[in-house]
């Protein structure tokens, strides 16, 4: 099939033709997705960092053209959220997680070591730009906690020497293996790519959830633990054909009975019923 071809907008960017012409194709993609095109203006963002590597003037001037709004209305969602870089960025973010489970095991320690390492704080790049340096929120990754990642990839269970190596094979360009998920680390103009909604191909490779993730399921299945039944209700709902009742009503989660013994005996050891040491 051919693609429709894209009329690129008249512009007050210094892009040349040839990337103007592919940036105008990949967001009217991005805008054709949503029943607002304004709504796409967040991946426009990360297709404007998969180009210039940061939210460039230009890419501010791209988004607002596109969608028919203007420069500060783009200025201020780009402001708003940490993944949207106001200055060039390092071919390599390093987060590292000083959220507080992370932080207690290890995090803060990391994280100073690898400032001093680098010679760079929060939110700062390296001379050569190889690494640009965060504290990092919670990446859903605590039972693997301290967690580093870098361009969102999962490097679990650092510590500071880990993550000092870890930083110098990336800035020597050398493989580096995630512990999960992808086995290889792609640039962060790629990664933006990615968050664009454009696939890499790479979303299934790896393992997803380790070990320590699936430990309460494995104690589950040992000890024959179950969900509860859904009740019935009158209704199912019509797109997916569920139920859940409202919220305080009978059977709501809000309002539920244990029906279980391990619902009925938190804080006890299920085989002697006393009190978990
Ligand atoms: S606190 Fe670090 S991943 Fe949750």
Avoid at 13 to 18: G, K, L, M, S, V
Avoid at 68 to 96: L, M, W
Avoid at 98 to 115: K, Y
Wanted: charged share 20%; aromatic share 6%.
């Amino acid at each position: 099939m051919t693609a429709e071809p894209v009329e690129t907008p008249t512009t007050k960017t210094r892009y040349d033709a040839e990337t103007l012409a592919s940036l105008t194709a990949d967001a009217t993609q991005i805008m054709a997705r949503y029943p607002d095109p304004r709504s796409g203006l967040l991946p426009m963002l990360h297709l404007v960092q998969s180009v210039d590597g940061y939210v460039s003037r230009d890419g501010i001037l791209f988004c607002a053209e596109m969608l028919g709004i203007t420069a500060a209305e783009v200025s201020a969602v780009a402001t708003f959220y940490t993944q949207y870089k106001r200055r060039p960025n390092g071919t390599y973010t390093v987060g590292v997680c000083t959220n507080t489970l992370c932080a207690v095991m290890g995090g803060d320690a990391i994280f100073d070591e690898l400032s001093d390492h680098l010679g760079v704080g929060h939110d700062e790049t390296t001379p050569d730009g190889a690494i640009t340096l965060e504290r990092v929120e919670c990446n859903a990754a605590c039972d693997y906690a301290p967690v580093v990642m870098v361009n969102w990839e999962f490097f679990d269970n650092q510590t500071p020497e880990s993550a000092t190596a870890l930083a110098d094979k990336l800035i020597l360009g050398e493989d580096v293996v995630p512990t999960r998920g992808a086995a290889s680390v792609c640039s962060f103009k790629q990664m933006s790519r990615v968050l664009a909604g454009f696939p890499d191909g790479r979303a299934d490779e790896g393992v997803g959830a380790g070990a320590p993730t699936l430990a309460g399921l494995s104690v589950a299945r040992e000890r024959g633990w179950t969900a509860p039944e859904a009740p019935a209700a009158d209704a199912a709902d019509g797109a997916t054909g569920q139920t859940s009742p409202p919220v305080g009503t009978p059977g709501s989660s809000a309002e539920r009975t244990p029906t279980t013994a391990p619902d009925t005996s938190v804080g006890k050891d299920k085989k002697s019923g006393e009190d978990a040491k």
